[in-house]
């Protein structure tokens, strides 16, 4: 079988497609002076052949069309429209979006003239967007950087007589305060005169987190720390069943007795500091990632469309591997450095490199389940998450190498190595593949690109089970079974169950809520078809003008924190929010806002905060809502739900991921009780 190393396999695979998109359109940027004090940033885009970009203008609904962003700006004002000034765009309709769509082939040069205020001052950032498409895919419309320095001007540039404003002149840039400034107008009801003063939007913006704690913690905000814990347990019993870690239970616990036969009392003492330098190593593990990241930066990256597909592309490539197409390793100097450890050193130290060896054979099964709980971990916002994780998995892991040492011969009645690893470890690569499918949705939800809604995800999603059920009854054959004469009893109801789910599956292509599964599969507004689906009456996607809504309106506030990829979420959307009891209060007696803090919608100008004494940048919809949370409530972890009053007042307890309808409606009553009062 053919080995590759990690190191440069898992970069070549999850790479390309980035790669491949930065290449496909390549971009030239320059500034020219366009005569009475303007200039023009000129963007030349180069198309490979067969493919095809798209125009600056595209009707609402469409695709990405191409646009210009900016960062930052000083000395200057933007005039007119980002445009194509060498040739129009091919115009032709296109019946996937039922519009007409102009697009671009070759080389195309694009504008965006700049009134110059201030020659020695000017400086501007920002950078480009355009989505490539051929006949069977697309590329996310990937941000393309730029800068220019006033000595980037030519010396023929002047300054220009007037600085009154253009159709798109760029917004200043805004003082650097703890409260952002309205950049955003966005809401289900854009005829809702909204009206707030300066002081009123600082007020909504105050901290309120003082507030919070004398109104009482939430009973379920750790609830979400247990759920890792447990997932880590779980997925460390199924890493034990694996090739990979199964066979090493009674050769290391072998090795153990036989260095110490005339001492059974000192091999279960080296058993033991065995298995808690396994542990100490992945909680280690989930510690480093924390420290070098930071729990919010993990959650940001984890919520990331580009970090979603390199980890989609990252859980394709292990489920191939398990399924037998090849094999993953570690380079063999990093075990055969560990082995020589193990032989140069004694006591403690030696045991403890044993566990490393382990840890690096058992790699091609134990990385991915690792890197999907860190990744699931990371979401939670909190620091301990990752470690919390990493010790379920790790305490699973070490139970067996200290029990069978403590009792050695319970290694009797072990089962043999055999075939039915191999097909362990197929199984495994079907649920991995199918897993890898909801970090393609997380990325198609954060980007907003709308290719995996929930009717392809699920369809996707019965094929592979349908074919996991054929691979248990010995109906498919992959690489490194064995004939199968019979089908063993346990198998039969494996397959039972994995033919139950497939069937169960198929009502959520007409709009079943499908609840177990809520928190994985895209959310039902993705769903092209639906029998029934009764939303809320109306939502608002800005915080302050669902707040001017409902100070005109008398009621009070339920405010939602979520993510377009929040797997708790979208699981509180399908079991409790869509509850009649909570739909018709929600309706009935709250102003409803849902901000989300992964949306990736540029704000018009980029804010500066000071946060904790460094100044922040805020540059998306996402990154404001993210602020807001950490700067008025303290918490940066979601669902999030709070009841507020017209001033941004906390009315109750918040209240975070439980799928008990009744603890929510309590919630939801505490505070209108509290706001009636």
Not at 587 to 593: A, G, K, L, S
Request: glycine fraction near 8%; charged fraction near 15%; hydrophobic fraction near 45%.
């Amino acid at each position: 079988m053919k080995k590759i190393a990690t190191t440069l396999f898992g970069f070549l695979f999850l790479f390309t497609a980035f790669i491949s998109a930065q290449d496909i359109i390549t971009w030239d940027f320059s500034l020219e002076d366009a005569g009475n004090g303007e200039v023009n940033i000129i963007a030349k885009a180069s198309v490979q052949q067969g493919w095809y970009m798209y125009d600056t203008k595209i009707p609402d609904g469409g695709p990405n069309p191409t646009m210009i962003e900016f960062d930052k700006t000083t000395g200057a004002e933007a005039v007119g429209e980002f445009q194509s000034v060498d040739k129009k765009a091919t115009v032709k309709h296109d019946e996937i979006f039922g519009m007409e769509i102009g697009t671009f082939t070759g080389s195309t040069t694009f504008a965006q003239r700049l009134k110059i205020t201030d020659k020695a001052g000017f400086s501007i950032e920002g950078n480009v967007r355009a989505q490539a498409c051929n006949d069977q895919t697309c590329t996310p419309p990937l941000p393309v950087d730029f800068s220019f320095a006033a000595s980037d001007l030519s010396a023929s540039v002047t300054v220009a007589g007037s600085t009154s404003t253009g159709e798109n002149a760029l917004p200043s840039t805004p003082a650097e305060t703890g409260v952002p400034a309205d950049t955003t107008e966005e809401t289900i009801a854009p005829d809702t005169p909204v009206s707030l003063t300066s002081a009123d939007r600082e007020q909504l913006w105050s901290p309120v987190i003082e507030e919070l704690n004398a109104l009482g913690a939430d009973d379920h905000a750790d609830a979400s720390l247990w759920s890792i814990f447990l997932k880590g347990l779980l997925w460390g019993f199924a890493a034990l069943i694996t090739p990979c870690v199964w066979p090493m239970i009674p050769i290391t616990v072998s090795f153990f007795l036989n260095r110490n036969k005339k001492s059974r009392r000192k091999a279960i003492q080296d058993a033991t500091i065995y298995g808690l330098s396994i542990i100490i190593i992945y909680v280690t593990l989930g510690l480093i990632i924390t420290a070098i990241f930071g729990a919010a930066a993990l959650n940001n990256i984890a919520t990331s469309p580009v970090f979603n597909l390199i980890f989609f592309a990252l859980l394709i490539t292990f489920a191939f591997s398990f399924m037998g197409a090849f094999e993953i390793v570690l380079p063999s100097s990093w075990t055969n450095k560990m082995d020589s450890k193990v032989d140069s050193t004694t006591g403690i130290i030696s045991l403890f490199f044993m566990a490393f060896t382990l840890a690096l054979v058992s790699f091609s099964c134990t990385g991915p389940i690792i890197g999907w709980l860190l990744v699931d971990a990371a979401t939670q916002g909190n620091f301990l998450a990752p470690a919390l994780g990493m010790f379920g998995f790790a305490f699973a892991l070490a139970i067996p190498f200290t029990l069978f040492a403590i009792f050695p011969s319970w290694l009797k009645t072990l089962p043999k190595s055999g075939s039915w690893l191999n097909a362990v470890k197929v199984v495994l690569g079907f649920i991995v593949l199918a897993v890898s499918l909801k970090f393609l949705s997380v990325a198609d939800l954060s980007g907003g690109w709308g290719i995996l809604n929930r009717d392809i995800f699920l369809s996707l999603w019965i094929v592979i089970f349908a074919l996991l059920g054929l691979y248990l009854l010995g109906k498919i054959k992959l690489h490194g079974d064995s004939d199968l004469s019979h089908v063993p009893l346990f198998r039969l109801f494996l397959a039972i169950l994995s033919f139950a789910f497939t069937i169960y599956l198929v009502p959520g292509l007409w709009g079943a809520p499908l609840k177990p599964i809520s928190s994985i599969v895209p959310p039902l507004s993705t769903q092209d078809f639906k029998l029934a689906h009764n939303p809320m009456n109306q939502v608002f996607d800005d915080y302050e003008t669902g707040m001017a809504y409902a100070a005109q309106t008398g009621k009070p506030v339920l405010l939602e924190f979520g993510g377009h990829g929040c797997v708790n979420c979208h699981k509180m959307d399908a079991t409790v929010l869509a509850d009649d009891r909570v739909r018709e209060l929600i309706d009935e007696e709250f102003v409803f806002i849902v901000l989300m803090v992964d949306e990736r919608t540029r704000l018009p100008e980029t804010i500066e905060v000071d946060e904790n004494g460094r100044t922040s940048k805020l540059r998306t919809v996402g990154d404001k809502w993210s602020y807001l949370q950490r700067h008025k409530f303290g918490t940066q972890s979601q669902p999030f739900y709070v009841v507020l009053d017209h001033k941004g007042k906390p009315l109750s307890p918040s209240h975070a991921y439980d799928e008990s309808v009744d603890n929510y409606v309590e919630f939801l009553q505490t505070g209108l009780k509290n706001f009636r009062k």
